[in-house]
């Protein structure tokens, strides 16, 4: 007989009497679907057979949940971070709890699954969307409870390839018009399973060999790489080669020297139809950032004013992961079991598009995302007696993420600027390319070394996720009863550093700063940027390393009572507590919407900043299932769920430090001489030295009273604003 994970299944056996040398025997057919006659929950195993058979699209074992009724998966709306979104019944996401081997797989940064060992990995998991019993927690959902493979007595394994390249593939349409070369994709998955009895040193045991199978000990191993190269190609809008060399006699706008207030003009490329060189800047009037950066950015290789360039890149996949499990059986009564699954790679969080030329051109193919994602599980199964068992699960769920900017340069004179912000994470030596945006949409020029238009703040990342969880349940079938009770316990911490969404600097130029030209023209706007001319620069402090903490407890008690034959009672009571989510050093702080105050945690306010968690989360679930006919059973349930309020330990803006700074440098105003050019950077935002002001007062006065004196009095050095 047959049993799936997470199932209660009943076979019900007949006995006759017979004599000394007549055997009953009892047997079901592995393969007859077992009717789960004693349960309200609806439910579906995706068995192992489904799991290795069933087409696969990268082997991605979350793809197969949706084979089970009212489950849907969304996209992924946290900047990359996460592998997949589920929702079961119309639930919101995130709101679905995913286990394997009775430990939680969720990452605790995002509240999305982390990882799950391969498909060659799983025996099989069970998908319950709705009414599961009491034990089944911090889910208004669904849950998913899977299981790892274990070995046997005899050796088994399993060694795979799927391969893929651009030799197999047809080239697009848009490729072929324009004369262009497939792009390189290729996809090659590989890996192995091996499981079997443990062998070792056998201490005098076993016939005499000092070297043999351990008794009742088995182990199971996987290995799982991915090599990916993905096809990407984009198209942008870049300045025209007469643009770059300051030559804007093809427009009517008139572009004025902001020194002399006089048309540009430049003789030396005087042309016939341009006798004078006017609109023509000289070269030597260009800004030196300006230069530096037409240095590196790519020229038009495609015809017309828009959508002038187009590029074809790779992103390039490494993923390695394997899961390696030892069971232990002792004696008949007591098995215990380990696991520890690792899933290390490179990933592309930053892809190459249009407004992200510049970053594209100075670090060529992506920005890397480097997870390391860790599952560690040891649990314990104890028959104290035929009716009474006791399970044990200790469970850590680490990921790390290491993300690295785009448009790293070795310091800011590579791209002709004076100064630039430095941040320490960044690597080498801590600068990155500073976004710099036209306002003019059609233009559509943008530098960045960030994200869409150059804002994502994922682009530079330090996070450190750990979730611990401890449970344990006792089951004891009392006659027609089978009352299950026990605890859990989860301790949620993520340790980020957030270098903010303008951490190496944004400037804008919108062409206000150019004498009497159309500031909303893209000639206007590009002609600043080569004088140099900044209308507003903004540069965002990056936040201290934060480590964000809260907890999870849940205790249940479930009963399963045969009323008779046919109807089974599903009675269940569940409680949870959730803690509000605090800070390491207390560097946290929230505006009190009720008072307008600034609560500082740990100062005027608690840890907590004065929020508390609902204590009456008390979940009962009702349920039956009656067996009309040996075929057809009907079920009915009610219950309340609950699901975590801090399931995205990251993604909550109150979650941050109290304290951010963001600097912005605006324009003084037409007529006045500006603060900065391009070339210079952003101004020092603090002196270089700090000095106590000091006063010196002088008076002279007369002895009487009504006799004029004069006193004076200065004060060295002012302090300052910066």
């Known amino acids: 007989m047959k049993i799936d994970i997470a199932q209660r299944a009943r076979l019900d056996i007949a006995l006759k009497i017979g004599s000394v040398s007549e055997t009953v025997t009892v047997s079901a057919d592995s393969g007859d679907v077992q009717l789960e006659r004693e349960t309200s929950s609806l439910s579906e195993v995706i068995t192992s057979e489904q799991i290795k058979e069933l087409p696969l699209f990268s082997r991605n074992p979350t793809n197969l949940i949706a084979l089970a009724g009212g489950v849907s998966s969304g996209t992924d709306a946290n900047g990359g971070l996460n592998t997949s979104q589920l929702s079961i019944n119309g639930s919101r996401t995130l709101n679905t709890e995913v286990t394997v081997d009775g430990v939680s797989a969720i990452n605790g940064s995002v509240g999305d699954i982390s990882f799950i060992p391969s498909v060659d990995a799983l025996r099989e998991f069970r998908v319950q969307t709705s009414a599961y019993s009491a034990e089944f927690g911090r889910s208004s959902g ?81 290995y799982e790489g991915l090599r990916r190269t993905i096809p990407r190609q984009f198209t942008s809008t870049v300045p025209t080669d007469t643009f770059r060399s300051g030559d804007f006699s093809s427009v009517t706008t008139v572009i004025r020297d902001p020194l002399t207030g006089q048309q540009v003009r430049d003789a030396s490329r005087a042309t016939a139809a341009n006798p004078l060189g006017l609109n023509i800047i000289p070269l030597a009037r260009f800004d030196p950032a300006a230069r530096a950066i037409l240095g590196v950015l790519p020229v038009a290789n495609l015809g017309g004013t828009a959508n002038n360039y187009l590029t074809i890149s790779s992103d390039k996949v490494t993923l390695n992961q394997f899961t390696t499990r030892i069971d232990h059986n002792i004696g008949t009564r007591a098995r215990i079991y380990g696991r520890f699954s690792q899933q290390t790679g490179t990933d592309a969080n930053f892809t190459p598009d249009a407004s992200q030329i510049l970053p594209s051109a100075l670090n060529p193919g992506t920005s890397p995302n480097q997870p390391v994602d860790r599952q560690i599980t040891v649990g314990s199964t104890q028959n104290f007696s035929s009716n009474i068992i006791n399970e044990f699960i200790f469970g850590l769920n680490l990921n790390d993420q290491t993300i690295d900017p785009p448009g790293v340069i070795n310091s800011p004179a590579d791209l002709g600027f004076a100064r630039l912000p430095q941040t320490s994470l960044v690597p080498g030596s801590g600068f990155v390319a500073p976004r710099i945006e036209f306002t003019n949409a059609f233009f559509g020029f943008r530098v960045g070394n960030t994200g869409r238009f150059g804002t994502n703040n994922n682009t530079l990342r330090r996070q450190n996720t750990a979730t611990y969880q401890i449970s344990d349940s006792l089951t004891v079938v009392a006659g027609n009863h089978t009352v299950k009770g026990g605890f859990q316990v989860r301790l949620n911490g993520l340790d980020i550093y957030n270098g903010g969404q303008i951490f190496g600097g944004s400037y804008t130029i919108n062409g206000d700063n150019l004498p009497g030209a159309p500031a909303n023209s893209a000639a206007t706007q590009f002609a600043a940027f080569l004088f140099g001319l900044v209308d507003s620069a903004q540069y965002q402090v990056p936040q201290p390393l934060t480590k964000r903490r809260n907890r999870n407890y849940g205790i249940f008690v479930q009963d399963d009572w045969k009323v008779t034959p046919r109807l089974t009672l599903n009675l269940g009571l569940r409680y949870e507590y959730e803690s509000p989510i605090t800070i390491v050093g207390d560097t946290y702080s929230r505006i009190d919407e009720r008072t307008g105050r600034l609560l500082v945690a740990g100062v005027n306010a608690s840890r907590s900043l004065n929020l508390e968690s609902d204590k009456n989360n008390f979940a009962p679930r009702v349920g039956f299932a009656y067996s009309l006919n040996d075929k057809t059973v009907i079920r009915a349930a009610y219950g309340i769920f609950f699901s975590q309020v801090f399931s995205n330990l990251g993604g909550s803006g109150a979650l941050y430090p109290g304290f951010t700074q963001t600097q912005t440098f605006a324009r003084r105003g037409a007529g006045l001489a500006q603060t900065f050019s391009l070339s210079q950077g952003f101004p020092l935002t603090l002196p270089p030295t700090v000095s106590d002001p000091f006063a010196a007062e002088r008076a002279a006065t007369a002895a009487n009273p009504l006799q004029p004196g004069a006193q004076f009095a200065a004060v060295s050095p002012l302090p300052e604003t910066h």
Request: glycine letters at 16%; hydrophobic letters at 30%; zero cysteines.
């Open 142 to 222: 669904g849950t998913v409870s899977a299981s790892v493979q274990s070995g046997g007595n005899k050796f088994s394994g399993s060694l795979y390839e799927y391969f893929r390249n651009e030799a197999l593939n047809a080239n697009n349409y848009f490729n072929n018009s324009r004369g262009l070369e497939k792009p390189r994709d290729r996809y090659n998955q590989f890996g192995f399973s091996l499981g079997g009895p443990v062998y070792g040193l056998l201490f005098g045991e076993g016939d005499g060999n000092p070297v043999g199978k351990i008794k009742n000990t088995f182990f199971f191993f996987n």
